[in-house]
C-alpha cells in the first residue's frame, strides 16, 4: 500500500455507516496500523547498508511501539524549546504512533463489540465512533508528513497538513457539547477533542488538591480571606517525600502532562487528537486506583506521618526584599492597616483527604 492508496481507502469510508464503521475498523487492525509503522520506521530510522559481501539486504528495520511511560516522556512537548527540537526527534515519532496504536486499537475494540450486540445502540453511537476512528487515521498521514519534513528532509512526500491550534469560537463550541451534549441540536456535532485537555488539567489539580488537603492559606483573624495556592507549590512540597508515597501513576510524568497542558490553555495549542484519550487512559489509576484496591482514593496511598509532612512544607511564600516592596511596605505601614501574617493551611482530618493510608 501507498499513500495515495491509503487516503483512497479513507475516503472511500468516509461515510458513517453501520457497515463503513465495521469495514474501517477492519481494516485498520490489518492494514492501516501495520503500513503505518512501517512507513514511520522508513521515516526515522537510518537504513543499514549492505555489506559488499553479503548475498542479501539487511533486514528491514520496523519500530514497535512504546511503553505508555515512555510514550508520555518521549511524546509530550512541554517547552517553547521541546516545540523546535522534538519535530527532529525519531523518538517523539514512535511515541506519537504509540498513542495512535493503542487509541486505534481501543475504538476498533468498540466497533468490534457494537457488532456482537442484539441490540446494537442507536445511529449516534456509529456516528461518534466512526468519526472518532477516521479522523485519527486522517491525521496519522500529517503525522507521517511531519516526520518526513523534521527527520527525513523529504518536505511535502505525504502531502499533509493541519491547523496547529484552537480558536476561542471552537472552545465556546465545544463548551455548548459539554452542556447541552453532541447530538441536542444546540450544538455542533462535529468532534472537539482537543477541550478534553483542560479538564484533564482539572482533573489533576482536583486528585492533588484532594489527597492533601490544599486549597488555599487562610488566616484566622480574616478567615474570609483566601489566598489561593498554585499547583507548582504543591508539587514541590510532594517532591521530597515521593519516596515515602506511592502514586499509582508516577508523579513525574503527572507532573509532564499537566505542564504539557500549558500550551492549550494559555495558547490553544492543539497536539494529535489521540494524545487527550492516551493519557487519560494513562492516569486513570491514580483518579480510580488499579484493579482489586476496592477505592477510588487508592490511587495514593501514604502514611498520616508522610500527608502531615507534605502540608507543613505548604507555607506562604516570604515577600520581596526589592527596594520597591520595601517603600510599598513603609507606604502601607502609614497610610493602610496591618496586614495580617497569620495566614496558614486551615485544620483538617486525614481521614477526610482522598488518600488511603498505607497498610
Same mark, same amino acid.
Given at each position: 500500500?501507498?499513500?495515495?492508496?491509503?487516503?483512497?481507502?479513507?475516503?472511500? %469510508?468516509?461515510?458513517?455507516?453501520?457497515?463503513?464503521?465495521?469495514?474501517?475498523?477492519?481494516? &485498520?487492525?490489518? &492494514?492501516? %496500523?501495520?503500513?503505518?509503522?512501517?512507513? #514511520?520506521?522508513?521515516?526515522?530510522?537510518?537504513?543499514?547498508?549492505?555489506?559488499?559481501?553479503?548475498?542479501?539486504?539487511?533486514?528491514?528495520?520496523?519500530?514497535?511501539?512504546?511503553?505508555?511511560?515512555?510514550?508520555?516522556?518521549?511524546? +509530550?512537548? %512541554?517547552?517553547?524549546?521541546?516545540?523546535?527540537?522534538?519535530? !527532529?526527534?525519531?523518538?517523539?515519532?514512535?511515541?506519537?504512533?504509540?498513542?495512535?496504536?493503542?487509541?486505534?486499537?481501543?475504538?476498533? &475494540?468498540?466497533?468490534? $463489540?457494537?457488532?456482537?450486540?442484539?441490540?446494537?445502540?442507536?445511529?449516534?453511537?456509529?456516528?461518534?465512533?466512526?468519526?472518532?476512528?477516521?479522523?485519527? %487515521?486522517?491525521?496519522?498521514?500529517?503525522?507521517?508528513?511531519?516526520?518526513?519534513?523534521?527527520?527525513?528532509?523529504?518536505?511535502?512526500?505525504?502531502?499533509?497538513?493541519?491547523?496547529?491550534?484552537?480558536?476561542?469560537?471552537?472552545?465556546?463550541? !465545544?463548551?455548548?457539547?459539554?452542556?447541552?451534549?453532541?447530538?441536542?441540536?444546540?450544538?455542533? !456535532?462535529?468532534?472537539?477533542?482537543?477541550?478534553?485537555?483542560?479538564?484533564?488539567?482539572?482533573?489533576?489539580? #482536583?486528585?492533588?488538591?484532594?489527597?492533601?488537603?490544599?486549597?488555599?492559606?487562610?488566616?484566622?483573624?480574616?478567615?474570609?480571606?483566601?489566598?489561593?495556592?498554585?499547583?507548582?507549590?504543591?508539587?514541590?512540597?510532594?517532591?521530597?517525600?515521593?519516596?515515602?508515597?506511592?502514586?499509582?501513576?508516577?508523579?513525574? @510524568?503527572?507532573?509532564?502532562?499537566?505542564?504539557?497542558?500549558?500550551?492549550?490553555?494559555?495558547?490553544?495549542?492543539? @497536539?494529535?487528537?489521540?494524545?487527550?484519550?492516551?493519557?487519560?487512559?494513562?492516569?486513570?489509576? #491514580?483518579?480510580?486506583?488499579?484493579?482489586?484496591?476496592?477505592?477510588?482514593?487508592?490511587?495514593?496511598?501514604?502514611?498520616?506521618? &508522610?500527608?502531615?509532612?507534605?502540608?507543613?512544607?505548604?507555607?506562604?511564600?516570604?515577600?520581596?526584599?526589592?527596594?520597591?516592596?520595601?517603600?510599598? $511596605? !513603609?507606604?502601607?505601614?502609614?497610610?493602610?492597616?496591618?496586614?495580617?501574617?497569620? +495566614?496558614?493551611?486551615?485544620?483538617?482530618?486525614?481521614?477526610?483527604?482522598?488518600?488511603? #493510608?498505607?497498610?
Amino acid at each position: 500500500m501507498d499513500t495515495n492508496q491509503y487516503s483512497a481507502e479513507l475516503d472511500r %469510508l468516509q461515510e458513517p455507516t453501520a457497515a463503513n464503521m465495521q469495514s474501517l475498523a477492519g481494516w &485498520t487492525l490489518a &492494514t492501516a %496500523l501495520p503500513w503505518l509503522w512501517e512507513e #514511520l520506521s522508513g521515516a526515522v530510522l537510518t537504513p543499514r547498508q549492505k555489506h559488499p559481501q553479503a548475498k542479501s539486504a539487511p533486514t528491514k528495520q520496523i519500530l514497535k511501539p512504546m511503553t505508555e511511560s515512555n510514550a508520555v516522556r518521549h511524546g +509530550l512537548m %512541554l517547552t517553547l524549546a521541546d516545540r523546535a527540537t522534538k519535530v !527532529a526527534d525519531p523518538d517523539y515519532y514512535q511515541a506519537q504512533l504509540t498513542m495512535l496504536d493503542a487509541q486505534a486499537r481501543l475504538l476498533c &475494540t468498540a466497533i468490534q $463489540d457494537w457488532g456482537k450486540q442484539q441490540n446494537p445502540p442507536p445511529d449516534v453511537t456509529i456516528h461518534t465512533l466512526h468519526r472518532a476512528l477516521h479522523e485519527m %487515521l486522517r491525521y496519522a498521514r500529517i503525522l507521517l508528513e511531519q516526520a518526513g519534513t523534521g527527520v527525513a528532509g523529504v518536505p511535502g512526500y505525504y502531502g499533509a497538513w493541519r491547523r496547529t491550534f484552537d480558536t476561542s469560537f471552537e472552545v465556546i463550541q !465545544a463548551s455548548r457539547q459539554a452542556i447541552y451534549g453532541a447530538y441536542s441540536g444546540l450544538a455542533f !456535532a462535529d468532534r472537539a477533542p482537543w477541550v478534553s485537555i483542560a479538564v484533564l488539567r482539572t482533573a489533576i489539580e #482536583l486528585r492533588l488538591r484532594e489527597a492533601f488537603m490544599i486549597w488555599g492559606f487562610v488566616s484566622e483573624s480574616k478567615p474570609e480571606n483566601v489566598v489561593p495556592i498554585d499547583m507548582s507549590t504543591i508539587f514541590e512540597a510532594i517532591s521530597p517525600s515521593e519516596k515515602d508515597i506511592s502514586f499509582a501513576v508516577d508523579i513525574h @510524568d503527572v507532573w509532564k502532562i499537566y505542564r504539557w497542558s500549558n500550551h492549550y490553555l494559555h495558547a490553544g495549542f492543539r @497536539d494529535y487528537p489521540w494524545v487527550p484519550g492516551f493519557l487519560l487512559h494513562y492516569m486513570w489509576p #491514580l483518579f480510580v486506583g488499579k484493579q482489586g484496591q476496592g477505592s477510588f482514593n487508592a490511587g495514593i496511598q501514604m502514611s498520616e506521618a &508522610t500527608w502531615k509532612t507534605v502540608r507543613s512544607r505548604v507555607t506562604p511564600k516570604s515577600r520581596s526584599t526589592t527596594i520597591k516592596e520595601l517603600l510599598k $511596605d !513603609a507606604w502601607r505601614a502609614i497610610f493602610s492597616k496591618p496586614v495580617s501574617n497569620d +495566614l496558614a493551611l486551615p485544620d483538617c482530618s486525614p481521614s477526610n483527604a482522598g488518600f488511603v #493510608l498505607k497498610p
